[in-house]
């Protein structure tokens, strides 16, 4: 009986953690770039909780990490000069940070007072592997398809976008932003599209998610009440056990 308490424990414990995430998701629905994410769920063979010369294990459900989803969101128009948006899968903005280049598919940039641009936050967006500094004093900037940003019909820059051939090096952190942990070298995503005046919506689907978090809940309480079960029936076994003797 405790084997199956051990195994529904295990679950119960995926079941918590993939609660979280899809909660996340559905936080996020709204967010500029945010990108979709599941529960990576493994098995791992264990010895039985009570082993009299039976041979095999027991499986049970490990956390194996979290998988994202890094399809293209929908692009909304704004208006705004210095919002951009991806189109293409797996393309980035690249930044500039304290740890060295982030990565990020928000493309909500402003002007700081030296006229660089940057994130929100104040990260500079680089370009060719320097930042991009505008002339304030210059007109509208217009950025090209191919990221090239232009005052007064003349270039000044150009915004780069990357890709990686494995996504799984990168890693997610605060704000949007995701940093390459692997040291794997990026390259150049030219069949990406820069579009002005736009932004990339999320790519969470809230309909799924609200039938992923009843489908969680569902699941939970099959598991508890097999957990349950398990142990009513070692109990009355421990009874009759005693009556017996």
Do not use: C, H, W
Request: hydrophobic share 40%; proline share 3%; net charge negative.
């Amino acid at each position: 009986m405790e084997n199956a308490a051990y195994v529904g424990l295990s679950r119960q414990l995926t079941l918590r953690r993939e609660l979280d995430i899809v909660a996340n998701n559905i936080a996020n629905a709204d967010t500029t770039g945010f990108k979709v994410e599941q529960l990576l769920t493994a098995a791992e063979v264990g010895e039985r909780a009570r082993n009299f010369a039976v041979r095999g294990g027991v499986s049970f459900v490990l956390d194996n990490g979290v998988g994202r989803d890094f399809g293209q969101g929908e692009l909304s128009q704004t208006g705004r000069t210095f919002d951009f948006a991806i189109e293409g899968e797996g393309a980035f903005f690249v930044l500039q940070d304290a740890n060295g280049e982030a990565y990020t598919r928000d493309g909500a940039f402003t002007l700081d007072p030296e006229g660089r641009l940057t994130t929100e936050g104040g990260l500079p967006v680089l370009g060719d592997g320097a930042e991009i500094i505008l002339d304030p004093n210059l007109g509208q900037p217009t950025v090209g398809p191919d990221g090239t940003i232009s005052q007064d019909g003349l270039p000044v820059g150009r915004l780069t976008v990357v890709r990686f051939d494995n996504l799984g090096v990168l890693q997610k952190g605060g704000d949007g932003l995701y940093r390459n942990v692997a040291n794997a070298a990026p390259v150049e995503a030219t069949d990406a599209r820069i579009r002005q005046g736009m932004l990339e919506g999320s790519n969470v689907n809230p309909l799924i998610e609200i039938t992923n978090l009843i489908e969680i809940q569902r699941s939970y309480e099959r598991v508890t009440r097999m957990i349950e079960n398990a142990n009513d029936l070692s109990r009355r076994a421990v009874e009759r056990l005693g009556k017996v003797s």
